[in-house]
């Protein structure tokens, strides 16, 4: 199990670089193709996209490190439910929006990927 703790964080450390850096070539690596993004939009309805619908967006808009924004990720739990499911909180931030993400991860195909990933946002100006 602590080689798959390892691993689980490694694909987390992906994620947050390609999320500082505005790298779609990153985060997919670290989340699975047919992964979704989910959270409670302004309307407090669930809105559901779909993760090349994300890179789109990822792709539109400055990087945290373009603008030279200060990083502060932090993985807060890893829990596992088998040898092939696991979930990770995580808190990460591009100013000035502060995120707390809860990530689904699968093994397959030998490897941990995020496969869904549900967030809550704060925007403090």
Same mark, same amino acid.
């Given at each position: 199990?602590?080689?798959?703790v390892? @691993?689980? @964080?490694?694909? *987390?450390?992906?994620?947050?670089?390609? *999320?500082? @850096?505005?790298?779609? /070539?990153?985060?997919?690596? %670290?989340?699975?193709? %047919?992964?979704? *993004?989910?959270?409670?939009?302004?309307?407090?309805?669930?809105?559901?996209l779909? /993760? +090349?619908?994300?890179?789109?967006?990822v792709?539109?808009?400055?990087?945290?490190?373009? /603008?030279?924004?200060? /990083?502060?990720?932090?993985?807060?739990?890893?829990?596992?439910?088998?040898?092939a499911?696991?979930? %990770?909180?995580?808190?990460?931030?591009?100013p000035?929006?502060?995120?707390?993400?809860?990530?689904?991860? *699968?093994? +397959?195909?030998?490897?941990?990927?995020?496969?869904?990933? %549900?967030?809550?946002?704060?925007?403090? @100006?």
């Open positions: 199990m602590s080689s798959d390892a @691993e689980i @964080e490694k694909v *987390l450390q992906v994620y947050f670089d390609g *999320l500082y @850096e505005g790298d779609t /070539r990153k985060l997919g690596q %670290a989340f699975h193709p %047919a992964a979704h *993004l989910y959270s409670a939009g302004a309307d407090g309805k669930a809105a559901d779909p /993760r +090349a619908d994300w890179f789109k967006s792709e539109s808009r400055p990087s945290g490190k373009a /603008r030279g924004s200060e /990083r502060r990720d932090r993985i807060v739990s890893i829990d596992f439910s088998g040898p499911t696991a979930f %990770a909180k995580v808190e990460c931030q591009l000035p929006r502060y995120f707390t993400d809860y990530l689904t991860l *699968l093994k +397959a195909d030998g490897r941990w990927q995020v496969i869904s990933k %549900a967030f809550h946002v704060v925007t403090k @100006e």
